[in-house]
């Protein structure tokens, strides 16, 4: 989980570092499509599921929740601090208690009621509105944590029918086709250098999930969520030393009280021995 923190941190890293001369769309097709190369074990699996075309409606659902999803993700990360998009990011985990509860017939208690409280409190403190002026970065990030948050929703419910290979592969193929009408609408030529960055960022985010798996074969949520929050550390530091984002004590304590509603929620869960339903921030992205 160290190292799945410090991979996803990389590609924040990464996206940062494209800047904002490529339109949000194209920089998250390109990063999608440069990634095509690893779908290439996953064909055969999702050639012999023979999806009902149920299945393929929840899966082009899925892709469209994602793509407007990591669309926003993208113009966030180059508008607003590296820290904040971090921060922001740890909702999707919030809203899919509350997710799970009305769509999926889940039981939603007061102590988990509460939790959600808290964390939309989080939210509160990280922007600060009427004290401060929103960007469009911080809309676009509260739709993000939305839209990631739904399609793990509808992954959850696929991953009973099929398996893990086929949710996986299917997401990326949804969504590469999602991004292309947009990307080609606003599309700039892009540099050398910046189509060797985003197959960087392919590299990092399909390493991430793979030591994400690992480590969720190795051992609990409740002993790998708490090593998932040390992104925002890193996402501090990073912005801080590579960008010359100075670290906003607002910031920080909102995404103390996010983790803490977070952790809380998982803690739950593990005494109520039921199947986890908060997923780790990073499971909700792709």
Known sequence: MLVTGLCFVAVTALVKLVGTRLPAAETAFLRYAL???FLIPMIRPIVQARLSRRQLGLFGLRGVLHTGAVVAWFFAMTRIPIAEVTAMNYLSPVYVTVGAALFL???????????????LIGVAIILRPGFRELSPGHFAMLFTALGFAGGYLIAKKLSEEVSPTVVVGMLSVTVTIGLAPLALSVWVAPTFEELVILFAVACFATAG?????????????TVTQPVSFLQMVWAVLLGWLAFGEQPDVWVLVGALVIIGAISFITWREAVLKRR??????????L
């Open 35 to 37: 990634g095509a190369v």
């Open 105 to 119: 017939g889940e039981k939603l208690a007061f102590r988990r009621i509460a939790a959600v409280i808290v964390a």
């Open 209 to 221: 999930h793979y030591t994400m798996t690992l480590a969720f074969k190795a051992a609990l949520v």
């Open 276 to 285: 986890q339903i908060t997923p780790l921030v990073g499971q909700t992205k």
